[in-house]
């Protein structure tokens, strides 16, 4: 069941939207060559904490999963796509980080995450982080008043393909409100003019996962969560938390 929320609603998602924007500068402000997947997942817990927030990350587990998520934020590096677990790992001179992460506050949940490049980046990564922004940013501005849900999709797919980008198929965004995950889905491709009708107060988690290497194949690490790509290429993944209201979309997981 999709869920409209109020005005009131939509204010107390921006708080939680906060929380997460912050936890992630925080995290990305802390990752440099030599900073294990640990200790961002530290910088994020401290921020959440502070904020009084919980995470809806830590403790998850959805039907997929043969675990329970051990950590506030996903922490994806290099040809990992989504869902990666925060280990020991020191991060290297040029990789790949993509860090999801979300809060839940007064009952409301905010999601979002950030790729970038640790050091001296790749000048191929710098593509794919740019085309995956541009792709969450079509998915943005579809998002409105009179569009259905297959625009958004159809939005985010176009700018994928036109770059040559794979994406994991079956993975996309989703509604978020009380719950971290929501009705409906909200797949990263589609047709447009198809699917639900798009109407104020409808908040969704938009989320392109782009692969370098043009397939959408993947495959899952035998911790049951990390997504990779098959063929070993990098992967970025951006997200917002963005409602459908009467002005246009409004990004609820900024600073
Ligand atoms: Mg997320
Ligand atoms: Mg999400």
Redesign the pocket.
Known sequence: MVEIKTDAALELMREAGRVVANALAAVQAAAAPGVSLLELDQAARAVLDAAGARSPFLGYRPAFAPTAFPAVI?ASVNDAVVHGIPTTYRLRDGDLVSI???AELDGWNG???VSFTVGTPRPADLALIEATRRALEAGIAAATVGHRLGDVSHAIGTVAREGGYGMPADFGGHGIGRRMHEDPHLPNRGRPGRGLPLRPGLVL?I?PMLMAGGRDEYRTDPDGWTLRTTDGTRAAHI?HTVAVTEDGPRILTLP
């Open positions: 996903c999801d992460c979300g999601d979002a995450a988690a989320e997200e």
